[in-house]
Structure formats: C-alpha cells, structure tokens
C-alpha cells in the first residue's frame, strides 16, 4: 500500500471515530472472523460497527461485503436479522451489494 493510500485510510479511520459519551447496542450478530458482534453505534437501528471494534471504518465495510456472499451466514442468522443492515433503505431485511455500497458512502 503506498503513502498516500495509508494515510487516506488513516484519515477515514480518524473522521469515524465517536464521541466517547456514545453508547454502543450489540445486536448478537457475529460476521465471519469477526470477535465481537456488530454494533449500533448511534441508536438508529443500523449496525454499522459491523467488526464492533468500536470504530465505523473501512474494515466493516470489507466484513460486510464478504459476508453478502456468504450462504452459511445468512442460514446461521436468517431469523435475526430485521433490516439492522439495511443501510441504503430499501425495506429488504437482509443486506445486499447497495448495503455495502450505502454503508460505504458514510465513512
């Protein structure tokens, strides 16, 4: 990765991070390799920390995106998901591509 590309990320990572007084809601969903479950970081129903590492950032965005494609995701937690990733509004309460992309477009 080169210099510039670095410190595009490390910019996007800085803008992403929270305040400290913000509450985060975990919603017992855990994408693949991730530790911790995805969370809400700002109480509007939509998991953004999809890692929950605390910070919205590029890397959830990658996690999503693998996770789109992924049958033995979606059969684990078919019956749990209720539109928390639903980025991009369309009423499908599972997540696409669009979801990826809308989730993108806020970091």
Do not use: R
């Given at each position: ?9 490390m ?21 693949p390799?991730c ?42 937690y ?10 991009n509004?369309?009423g ?16």
């Amino acid at each position: 990765m080169n210099k510039i590309m670095k410190l595009l990320v490390m910019a996007m990572i800085a803008l992403c991070i929270l305040p400290m007084n913000a509450s985060a809601t975990g919603s017992g969903i855990y994408f693949p390799g991730c530790t911790n479950d995805a969370q809400d970081q700002d109480g509007d129903g939509l998991c953004e920390d999809i890692n929950g590492n605390g910070v919205t950032d590029f890397d959830d965005v990658v996690k999503l995106y693998a996770a789109s494609n992924n049958i033995d995701f979606f059969a684990q937690y078919y019956y749990q998901l209720d539109g928390q990733f639903d980025f991009n509004q369309d009423g499908y309460t599972l997540f696409d591509y669009d979801d990826v992309v809308a989730l993108y477009q806020t970091i």
